[in-house]
């Protein structure tokens, strides 16, 4: 059973950064695929960023790319989302999740073992 407990969101202006923190208790992370989705008001969960096991090879929604960087540190049983350039339309409930040994690094919504009840991020004009 692996729990995960995202922090780092906020309120910050357009133009702005944040990192997220995503810290997991239980196995450790290094056997398992972990990504970033996010969650706007009357929209659905979407993928933000991923990080596969093993390789630790990326993926990143078009939306985000050159802006959002995702990050682990296994040893620390911790993943990070690091987002600058932030735009009103990033405004959203963050969430991390966990697939162990899925072989992608973006991340497939229906193949999450494992979320976090998220962070806001609320990104004002």
Same mark, same amino acid.
């Given at each position: ?37 996010? $969650?706007?008001?009357?929209? =659905?969960? !979407?993928?933000? &960023? ?5 390789? +630790?090879?990326?993926?990143? @929604? ?19 989302? $690091?987002?600058?350039?932030? =735009?009103? !339309?990033?405004? &959203? ?5 966990? +697939?162990?040994?899925?072989? @992608? ?21």
């Amino acid at each position: 059973q692996v729990q995960l407990v995202e922090s780092g969101g906020g309120l910050v202006q357009a133009g702005g950064s944040l990192r997220l923190s995503c810290a997991a208790s239980g196995p450790p992370l290094a056997a398992y695929t972990m990504g970033w989705f996010r $969650q706007a008001p009357g929209k =659905e969960r !979407e993928f933000v &960023a991923g990080s596969r096991y093993l390789t +630790s090879s990326t993926a990143y @929604a078009d939306t985000v790319k050159g802006r959002f960087t995702i990050s682990r540190d296994n040893s620390k049983n911790t993943v990070y989302l $690091q987002m600058i350039s932030l =735009e009103p !339309e990033d405004t &959203a409930v963050y969430y991390c999740a966990a +697939s162990q040994y899925y072989s @992608a690094s973006k991340l497939s919504p229906g193949a999450v073992q494992y979320w976090g009840k998220g962070t806001l991020v609320t990104v004002s004009s």
